[in-house]
């Protein structure tokens, strides 16, 4: 599957039925990058087959849906009850495609099997053998292999430091419309693991660090007045921040896992307070964009901004 906490989030591929060098460089990183001499197979798609996972219970699961829909527009998939696990189980399963990302809902109806609930996000790939062996090659642990679900084939990896995701393929490919944004796949890692994840995700996904600031303004982290280390990362999965800390995090931070991209922070803002998202904190500008962080009925917390310039 792909989620994070029965009332939070994380992005499954049965949902689907139902994601150069930078302005700042660590030279550890991109040095060992360069070295890299066998690049492994691109099998990454687009951002908009690379969904959240969300897990709700089941009594929340058709208000969530209603309020993200509100917020962001969008259609959805049939909703239907599934097994999506190697080992018996029982969800409500469903996908939201909206402009800013696409989500995958879950409503189990039964006990969440091991390490289910625990993935970020499911990536749709071109070949998941492939995806498995690159995965493994760039530093992945696989703790889930390759088993079926309705519609394909799945595995759950476990990248440096924690990171938790899915890997999919489709019998039939899917075909969804680009997003008109891209949403930020947000990462929390401690200062021990920062470049080994960073550079196996790099490996695995050909992506590239398009900035790593030592001192970004810890307000972005809930943490004004001082500061921290911010990577950002962009490839055919789409966007990946990784915020790199003590683990010394004030509430709501490190309890979402997906920043989503706006035009108009306010109006967005309006609409999901009518829809019954709580603001957990107000709006402010940091990094050329204004942000607010809001929790969804149901539980699912989210990171919301709109661009204000270049990003540092």
Not at 60 to 74: I, P
Not at 155 to 184: C, D, F, R
Not at 198 to 225: C, M, W, Y
């Amino acid at each position: 599957m792909h989620g994070k906490q029965m009332f939070g989030a994380t992005t499954l591929g049965i949902a689907l039925l139902v994601a150069g060098g930078g302005l700042w460089t660590w030279p550890s990183i991109t040095s060992v990058a360069a070295q890299t001499t066998a690049a492994p197979p691109d099998i990454a798609i687009g951002p908009q087959y690379d969904t959240t996972h969300v897990y709700v219970a089941p009594d929340q699961f058709d208000r969530f849906v209603s309020s993200l829909l509100a917020t962001f527009g969008g259609t959805v998939s049939k909703q239907g009850v599934f097994t999506v696990t190697p080992t018996p189980s029982s969800t409500m399963s469903q996908l939201v495609l909206t402009p800013a990302g696409t989500v995958s809902v879950f409503g189990f109806k039964t006990p969440v099997p091991y390490p289910f609930g625990e993935e970020r996000t499911g990536y749709l790939v071109t070949d998941l053998d492939n995806a498995v062996e690159a995965a493994r090659a760039a530093g992945a642990d696989v703790l889930v292999t390759q088993f079926k679900d309705p519609i394909g084939l799945d595995a759950v990896i476990q990248w440096p430091g924690g990171v938790n995701m899915q890997l999919y393929w489709h019998t039939t490919a899917p075909s969804y419309k680009p997003l008109e944004t891209i949403p930020e796949n947000r990462i929390y890692v401690s200062s021990d693991c920062a470049d080994n994840f960073t550079r196996s995700f790099i490996s695995f996904s050909h992506g590239k660090i398009v900035s790593d600031n030592p001192q970004a303004l810890g307000i972005e982290i809930g943490k004004p007045g001082e500061t921290y280390r911010r990577i950002r990362i962009e490839s055919t999965f789409g966007k990946l921040a990784v915020f790199v800390t003590d683990g010394h995090l004030p509430y709501p931070y490190g309890r979402e896992s997906t920043g989503y991209e706006v035009a108009n922070l306010t109006e967005t803002l309006t609409k999901a307070k009518t829809a019954g998202v709580e603001i957990l904190v107000d709006p402010f500008t940091s990094d050329r964009r204004t942000s607010s962080m809001v929790q969804f009925p149901g539980g699912y917390v989210a990171e919301i901004h709109s661009i204000t310039g270049k990003s540092n």
